[in-house]
């Protein structure tokens, strides 16, 4: 029922929400991704006009010019940040992000980092977990992962909040950082089909399995990746995202990414290189 405490406190305390009830309540909304160029690293923005939620922030302040060419100047306030788990190239822009924005609800899955600049982050307001959910208007935000099963696992990946958005015109799935064994867990627990694939771990060897590529049939997989040693994204990763049929975007390759569905309820996907 963490939900309702949720929706409770950002009824009660955002603006901003109270007001797009107002200005939609005749039809549904539709969001627009995006996918932020923070290099290697994960970060992510889902706008719903008057409302965002950033998830994740990269490994550093690159996220900020990322953040200032979708919002405008003057708009200095982030309904909700969520941080996956906590690894530097997840967490180190939201010390800047915090910093700079001020923010509604902060949200983590409840572990914490090793990472010497973890000590420098917020304490999260908020911590979720499998079955918490966040709605708002005629979307639906469930949480995956971590379950308790695996919160406390030696490998933070493991732990990573693992979302799936669904509303009317659109449904999206952001797996930060997981793995096979995590992933195999979720598609057996869940229905996946999804338009969008936030692919797993920058396209690691390690993720994009086929059975849970097949779940998902994604028509959309982005790739959240800078110049690194780690050989991501893997070309076995690519070819299995390939043979479903996804048209596979980077942000190395595309930089800034924007997916966006027209009255028609077509998916556009923009970039800036």
Known sequence: MKWLLLGFLLAANLVAWQS???IHNSSFLIPVFYFLDVGQGDAQLI??????ILIDGGPDARVLGQLEKILQPTDRYLDLVILTH?????????????????????IDNGREGTARAYKNLAEADLVLAEGDKIRYQDYEIKILNPSPANINSRELNDTSIVAWLEGPAVKILYTADIGFEVEEKIRKKYKLAADILKVPHHGSKNSSGSKFLNEVNPAVAVIGVGKNSY????PKALE???QVGAAIYT???NGLIKLAVDKNRNLNVFSEK
């Open 20 to 22: 797009v009830f107002l």
């Open 47 to 52: 706008d719903f006009g008057q409302v965002q």
């Open 86 to 106: 906590p690894q530097l190239d997840h967490f180190g822009g939201l010390i800047d992000v915090l910093e700079r924005y001020q923010v509604g609800k902060f």
């Open 231 to 234: 050989g991501h994204p893997n």
């Open 240 to 242: 299995r995202l390939g």
């Open 251 to 253: 942000t190395l390759d």
